[in-house]
């Protein structure tokens, strides 16, 4: 063979990087993110389609800045650049590059 047992462990060496890599955000915390954004826009869609539900103005403007914070909290998670936009556009922004990356909801 003539490759000795120090000179495999020398290899392995010069190829191992030498900073470890920074752990990812919990896969726990980020499904539990994934499950409130599924949650919360089912609820929109139901609040924007429903027009007898008594003060339904103030549960979509309270379900939408939930999803709203939601969707922050999972670009925080995936390092993904916060916008400094009204909500909005945020969130025009946010949701595709979410998706992008592998986020579904």
Known sequence: ???TFAGLVRALRRRRPTEEPTPGPDPFDTLTVQ???TRVAAEIKVLERDGRR???GFHLVA???AYDGLLCD???MSGVP???A???VRRLILEPEL???GWNW
Do not use: E, K, S, V
């Open 82 to 84: 916060i916008p400094d």
């Open 63 to 65: 379900a939408t800045a």
């Open 54 to 56: 008594w003060a339904r």
């Open 99 to 101: 998706r992008r990356i």
């Open 1 to 3: 063979m003539g490759t």
């Open 35 to 37: 499950y409130r954004l």
């Open 86 to 88: 009204d909500p909005p």
């Open 74 to 76: 999972a670009a925080r």
